[in-house]
């Protein structure tokens, strides 16, 4: 027997470590993700084989089903955190890859990992489907984060995403954006470790409430933006509240002090995807500068 799962992967357009305390966060599930296949064997172990979106082999294991003891791995750490995520699974579900003779699970992106677009999310997703658990009580015992990227991996349009009460609350929204054409997403060639990002976050000296307060309403202003030059100018105000924030100069300051358009970091500062908004230039200018990953909103949103 065989079953598939899929995950969309995730992009946050606002409200970027302010989502952690309750603030509004604008998210977008991406045409990447990541699918899961499941077929049962009789082996009498656990066969891990996970793919590239090329098809190649980025990581292999072999554990036992009884306690997800290794046989033999590509990469220890990589399987230290994949035992990690089994194990806090079968605590949700106890049965979970009980009675089985064996199985094989392969994984396939659809994005380079190095993209940032939730390799770690997609797969929780998948296996939360695979096991019937809450996904978001597994990322919590796993990887932890506010879970705007386990929405994400579930819905198919742009959300509104925010944490009441300890619990994920999850809206559809339809922004206008007439002026889509315009914005585009750009890899800055690194990729950045979302748990130190959530660290330094929390270290900073900060009034929370005033925080939340204030990035709630830019991320509303965003959504609401019919021109250009009014979702620039709240992409701008954004940038820079954070920027005070965190301690830390903003993404255009640092790489891009003559662009004319505007710059947003998307995530944890620093890595991964930036938003930028441009016309025909926009292109040339990044890859100029040795930034060749480049892509249009409509290829990248789903």
């Known amino acids: 027997m065989t079953q598939s799962f899929y995950s969309n992967g995730k992009l946050l357009l606002s409200g970027e ?29 656990l066969s891990w084989k996970s793919l590239n979106t090329d098809g190649s082999i980025w990581f292999k294991g072999s554990y036992d089903t009884a306690d997800f003891n290794v046989l033999a791995t590509s990469d220890e750490d990589i399987s230290k955190t994949l035992i990690n995520l089994l194990k806090q699974t ?7 890859l009980i009675a089985t003779d064996g199985c094989a699970v392969e994984t396939k992106l659809t994005f380079p990992r190095n993209w940032g677009l939730g390799t770690s999310s997609t797969l929780i997703n998948n296996i939360a489907q695979l096991a019937k658990v809450n996904p978001y009580s597994l990322l919590k015992q796993s990887f932890g984060g506010s879970g705007y990227d386990i929405a994400c991996a579930q819905n198919d349009n742009p959300i509104v995403f ?25 890899y800055l060639n690194q990729k950045k470790n979302s748990r130190e990002a959530i660290s330094a976050y929390r270290k900073q000296p900060i009034d ?12 509303r202003q965003l959504i609401q933006a019919t021109t250009l030059s ?16 965190l301690n830390m100069p903003t993404i255009k300051e640092t790489l891009f002090p003559d662009y ?12 991964d995807f930036v938003l930028v908004t441009g016309r025909e230039k926009t292109i040339n200018y990044f890859k100029a500068k040795g930034y060749t990953t480049i892509l249009s ?3 990248m949103v789903l």
């Open 162 to 186: 925010k944490i009441k009460n300890n619990q994920p609350v999850i809206r559809e929204v339809k922004p206008i954006l007439s002026f889509s054409n315009e914005v585009y997403f750009v």
């Open 230 to 245: 009014e979702f620039e100018s709240v992409l701008n105000l954004h940038e820079k509240t954070l920027s005070h924030t």
């Open 260 to 271: 004319t358009g505007s710059i947003k970091s998307l995530g944890g500062w620093g890595g």
């Open 90 to 96: 079968r605590i949700l579900q106890p049965k979970f």
């Open 17 to 45: 470590y302010a989502i952690l305390d309750g603030a509004e966060g604008w998210a977008i599930p991406t045409k990447f993700g990541q699918s899961l296949k499941f077929t049962t064997t009789t082996s009498g172990i």
């Open 297 to 299: 909103y409509s290829d």
């Open 208 to 219: 929370k409430v005033a925080l939340v307060k204030t990035i709630t309403e830019l991320t």
